[in-house]
């Protein structure tokens, strides 16, 4: 593989995970984004609880989607259910066609669906090569072609680059019927290709260009040339509820230690609790830190906590029951790790 200089965050809790086999099957071929979204998110219901039962109210939110109607969301079920993938091998004269779902239904803002039992192998129990696509970074993407190509390439391991025909390239996104993409390829590039290389060079860590494959002065095909960033683990949510609970255990109890009888102390205290108080600011679930950062801040978090504990006890001032429990506490999970 190709590497570039980019850095992509990537949350394993906010991801789904597709055989390869999946990802090379064209399975969003011919979906709008949102119905794209609506399979990935069954995937990512499925494999978080083992059920593919979810609220309209939770997809939206996970996609920033507004404004989702019942209808709407009829009208993708119903074109999400349809949806088939398969294999085609010329050379060994076979090919195969398989439903993706059994069935679903919906009731009061809540959908269900069932996969087929060919599906299962392709989501769950996963072995061999796969993919794994960060819901976070998918979300940000406009169009259903971003999501398409990104798929494709990801599930392309150890490649760099991919000449793949015209053809071939327009039945990837779906496209092959439209005429105005059919006769004129800079309207193809302009209005697919060009569109879905740009989204995907700017909120991923895959770095997408091409070159142009003629046969005589007619565009016959596409070199897909990418490079891979490095990827980093963002923080989980339980570190970062891990940090919000150590600002809270400080908090419940400042009083006692700004009024630390010893004046160099309580400024000494004081100052610990402005550094804990500091870390307020990476427990917004809008804030994005990598998970070794988590891991820092709640040592610092921990030696601080202790520290002002402490500064109690040389003082003579008592430290709350509640305090030594939480104080052993950490004092076990260090030992522990």
């Known amino acids: 593989m190709r590497k570039n200089l980019k850095t992509q965050l990537i949350s394993h809790e906010n ?26 998110f069954s995937i990512f219901c499925t494999q978080q609880n083992g059920i ?12 920033g989607i507004q404004k989702y109607k019942t209808e709407d969301a009829r009208k993708d079920s119903d074109k999400v259910t349809s949806v088939k ?17 059994r069935g679903m239904r919906y009731h009061a803002g809540v959908f269900h669906f069932t996969w087929t039992e060919e599906m299962i192998p392709h989501i769950l129990e996963l072995k061999d090569k796969y993919i794994t696509t960060d819901l976070n970074i998918a979300s940000k993407f406009k169009s259903s072609f971003s999501w398409t190509l990104y798929d494709y390439l990801k599930a392309h391991h150890g490649y760099w680059h991919k000449l793949i025909s015209k053809e071939d390239l ?3 996104f779906g496209v092959e019927k439209i005429k105005t993409y059919v006769d004129n390829t800079a309207q193809f590039k302009r209005g697919v290709l060009d569109v879905a290389i740009a989204e995907i060079n700017k909120h991923t860590e895959l770095e997408i260009r091409y070159n142009v494959e003629k046969e005589g002065r007619a565009i016959s095909g596409f070199d897909l040339i990418w490079s891979n960033g490095k990827k980093v683990t963002s923080a989980t949510k339980k570190q970062i ?16 230690y700004v009024n630390i009888d010893d004046k160099e102390d309580r400024q000494r205290a004081i100052n610990l609790i402005q550094e804990i108080e500091t870390m307020r600011e990476f427990t917004d679930e809008l804030i994005a830190i990598t998970s070794e950062k988590a891991n820092n801040l709640i040592q610092k978090a921990v030696w601080n906590f202790r520290e002002l504990n402490r500064l109690l006890e040389k003082n003579h001032q008592s430290i709350s029951t509640e305090s030594r429990k939480k104080i052993k506490f950490y004092n076990w999970l260090e030992d522990r790790t």
């Open 170 to 172: 327009m039945r990837l």
């Open 15 to 40: 991801s789904i995970r597709k055989s390869n086999e999946l990802s090379m099957a064209k399975l969003n071929q011919g979906l709008t984004l949102n119905q794209m979204q609506l399979l990935a």
């Open 85 to 101: 993938f398969g294999h085609w091998d010329p050379e060994k004269d076979y090919f195969d066609f398989w439903n993706v779902f």
């Open 52 to 63: 593919t039962e979810f609220h309209k109210a939770d997809f939206e939110k996970k996609f």
């Open 241 to 256: 509820k891990e940090i919000q609970s150590l600002i809270d255990i400080v908090f419940d109890d400042m009083f006692q």
